[in-house]
């Protein structure tokens, strides 16, 4: 739901809902689509729609969302509580983890962030084992992102293990 104003022309002021298209109808302009724009270009449109229509000259439009049935984020993999959470303001990788139910016990730290409208692949984020340590993996989620905790990869041992003496290996080549 949005608010559309002109300045200076209030009865050209109305509230407007954006179809699962990404159109809103506005009165003598008709069908807009805006559904990709941010609001800056959405008000460019509108502005442009009215004045090539001869409607209003040297048109100023407003935009306000009024209110917004907004994506979630998706959590998926090693958490406690896998599934979609709203992503409501400013919301954080570590936030949506906590929300999430934290780490499971068999939860690997190499987390990948699939941006929804990003074709450059996957974000990768090592983690460290405390997340108080290091804050500047601590990266922005966006609206439709994708968050997936992979296991933790399994070590085998074979052979003597004596753990009461210090334990020191290679791996080979």
């Not at 907004?70 to 929300?99: C, F, H, M, W």
Request: a negative charge.
């Amino acid at each position: 739901m949005i608010e559309v104003g002109v300045y200076n022309v209030p009865e050209l002021s109305s509230k407007a809902r954006i179809g699962n298209s990404g159109d809103v109808y506005l009165p003598l302009i008709d069908y807009v689509h805006v559904g990709d724009l941010t609001v800056e270009e959405a008000q460019t449109l509108i502005e442009k729609r009215l004045q090539d229509g001869g409607f209003v000259r040297g048109a100023h439009v407003t935009i306000f969302l009024d209110e917004s049935a907004s994506q979630g984020v998706t959590v998926l993999g090693e958490v406690g509580r896998p599934g979609i959470y709203p992503a409501v303001g400013n919301r954080k990788l570590y936030d949506l983890i906590s929300a999430a139910g934290g780490f499971s016990a068999s939860a690997g730290r190499k987390v990948s962030i699939i941006r929804q409208h990003d074709p450059s692949g996957p974000i990768t984020v090592n983690l460290p084992r405390n997340l108080a340590d290091d804050l500047q993996d601590n990266v922005e989620i966006l609206p439709g992102d994708t968050i997936t905790v992979p296991r933790a990869p399994i070590i085998y041992v074979v052979g003597d293990v004596d753990i009461r003496q210090g334990c020191s290996w290679t791996t080979a080549p």
